[in-house]
């Protein structure tokens, strides 16, 4: 069936499209992903036994393999389920720690990628500093610059997550050095001791992190991360600030004042670590923070933290930049989720990843290098022209099957739901919490909140965890609420099956 | 044309095959690549107004643009030979900073990207850490174990140099610390520590590198690079040991009594730095090292240098770690520059990019993470299914045509006119040095550099600059002797003219 998938040009999503793919089951509600099953359907546990096996072949080549759960068979796999090795059905409502936007082999990107207009850029792998493609500005514009921020006009592609945080931290210290230098041009001193990683030309400068935050792996990355051991151990960082991220009771609007209060001391201590940053003459250039800690624990703030946390930033000289790898593309119900807090100017720096394909960030005037800062920020390849290409096809079908709406909806359908059962048995969950479909509810400890996603994953449904003892949910914007509703069903009987 | 190419399923390469593309031109040889073009076609200076156009509407959105070279027309480019957006046709001596193995739109790696069994990597990109497809082991296999390293047989795709770099020194460090511990498990207090960036957990430890070495962009790889003020000015890095690599004097084997003493007293140097290291409290974890240094301007050491420099890594226990990033895939002559070295063991880590169309780095067993260190060598995609795609029928066009054997044949005509021309113009070029065509000349000083690589742009031939003043040729692998012939006639002239 998938074959003719493939083989078959597919127009834009409609109807009579859908009805050229015939499906041995029927779906009682108009699915946003044409062929799509009707529900899970398991045969083995997972990981089964085929799933074992491939890991015994990859182990034997790539080693410290302790990490894969299962093997897939991507080319089964379709909309918001997941086909396994074992031929097991699964609702995915993880997608790839949060990156597939719209559900597995959807018609509108195989399309993208039959398309011989694009297969230039399938083969040949430029260096887009230097030569980039005759059509890579408009691609930019139509895929990138038409969902930037709102008043965000910059964008730099970059590979990966960690990549784009990198050279966003980058940018950040350049500006924070030109201002410093008041428009004058680098000293010959600063440009020849910057070669053996010397004063004055490889400043002390710091960023400044919170706690449970997570930003990558790489080592000014990982030097902001402070979610667990195993991210970090062994490795040398930067002793940079760290102030810690605000502790809210959930439902947030039950405990609005207990809250502001947290978050007042956890901004005290902004300021005050940035003071002593400077005290100890390794200023912060810059604060970088995520909307919504996601391995750390789905850990939220107040649109009120962000805003007071720019004007800290501003009033100290530093740049904020806000990481939204895992919450940008639309899982909140809004394109961006800094765009839920109504700051009265850009952030400094957006990174993003996952979802959009590509790695990049977007950056403010402010930011802009001059003319005399070509090559600094810059590498072989600055991005990949195909991911450019999908991603501009998922913003077409972002807007046109109006899916920010989409989320919002499901995302009340399940945080509803969660809701309900916590209501229902608050002595085994608690903190349901969410924006959009990006939501996540604790269980009473981490044990339990394995077995819990581990009994999820036997009976068909795929969940993450994060934090200490939280399930966190991050399904595709194609997911729905009758996808949901067949979670909750399951998640029910889960619970009631806890001691 | 070019719009059948992708359109027509094309077998492996034959002259039956090749008899499919009718050229509107006729090639004297027998072209590895079919329907190449027979020689430049110049209508306007480089870049021409088309691609200024181009560069300022890119610079609209995309800002700080400077080191933009020209745009290019991919489609229409073909084998060795680029095409810019103004239709100048150029022999590309270059390839996207040492990039494109096989030229531009090989009909082998067009009919990869046609394969309708390929679309499902195509279009879903998985989180390959966690999911896997269940092609992965085999890919991995035929892929990248194919042409692994002499006696290293595990391998960790990434995304690009920079990270497989970051990603090889976590490598590094976790092997260093676990031999610290002799066995046993990390502390309480260590795993603790590590996630607010202090000792224990986050330890004093260096890396070794060399004067001049270019390791990438991010920052510990930064850390390791001392090529150019621009690559480094304003970013915080760590003050670990740089020993100077050596200087030595072409063509080698003339020199060979002074270049052994240049070489022994860089080792000399790395010793004493190691124990300098060792002693400030922040021992030297691992070596890293350039084969070639490439950005550094193409300098060159012996083997004998670096198996002392193998032995000095062994003896102070610190991996040896070689950065193939550019040297990788065969423009030596041999997959991997390091076999020119007689290495009595392989090295402990080797990164790839670039040629390899994916990131990542082999590893032999003592590096191999244990069972306790599932997630610490991990991020989201950790490498591109479609990349690795390519790169397997990459390997076997590399295979079937020979063409580690076809470098050695270009390499020998590229170094052997080069040397022609010194020898006949003393005053004007010196230092002609290579392996395969991996190969460099220096003009007298970098703004006579500058002017000759431009010329020969304006004239249809793309080389690359490096160092001060060397100009640095990276064709690709199809790369022949009768373009070659074409280029060196035109160096001669550019080389004439010169005052």
Known sequence: MLRRLYSVPVQHLTKS????????????????????????????????????????????????????????????????????????VLLDLFTQISSVPLGYNHPNLIQVMMDPNNMASLVNRPAFGNFPSTDWPETVRNALISVAPPGMRYVQPMMCGACSNEHGYKAIFMAYQRNKRGGLPPTQEEMDSSVHNMLPGSPKLSLLSFTNAFHGRTTACLSNTHTKWFHKLDFPTFDWPCAPFPKLRYPLEEFQRENDAE?????????????????????????????????????????????????????????????????????????????????????????????MQTGGFYFTEEMKPTSADSYRIFNTWMGDPTKLLLLREVINVIKSQNLLENVVVAGEHLQGGLSGLQRAHPNKLENCRGLGT?????????KMRDEVVKSLRNEGFIVG???????????????????????????EKEILSLP
């Not at 391995?295 to 904020?320: C, P, V, Y």
């Open 17 to 88: 499209v859908r009805s050229q793919f015939t499906s041995a089951q029927t779906i009682d509600v108009e699915s946003l992903v044409p062929n799509e099953y009707e529900a899970p359907c398991m045969k083995t546990p997972v990981p089964g036994p085929r799933s074992k096996a491939l890991c015994a072949d990859l182990d034997d080549v790539n080693a410290n393999i302790g990490h894969v759960h299962f093997f897939v068979n991507y080319e089964a796999s379709r909309g918001n389920y997941i086909v396994d090795a074992d031929g097991n």
């Open 263 to 355: 978050e007042d001391r956890c901004l005290e201590q902004v300021q005050d670590l940035m003071e002593k940053a400077e005290k100890k003459g390794e200023p912060v250039a810059g604060i970088v923070v995520e909307p919504i800690q996601a391995e750390g624990g789905d850990n939220h703030a107040s649109g009120r933290f962000f805003r007071e946390l720019q004007k800290i930033a501003k009033k100290n000289g530093a740049a904020l930049m806000i990481d939204e790898v895992q919450t940008g593309c639309g899982p909140t119900g809004k394109f961006w989720a800094h765009e839920h807090w109504d700051l009265p100017q850009p952030p400094d720096v957006v990174c993003f990843s996952k979802k």
């Open 438 to 446: 990006f939501v996540a509810i604790d269980l009473r400890n981490g």
């Open 465 to 491: 965890a994060c934090g200490e003892r939280s399930i966190r949910f991050r399904p595709a914007l194609v997911c729905q609420k009758h996808h949901i509703s067949m979670f909750l069903d399951q998640f």
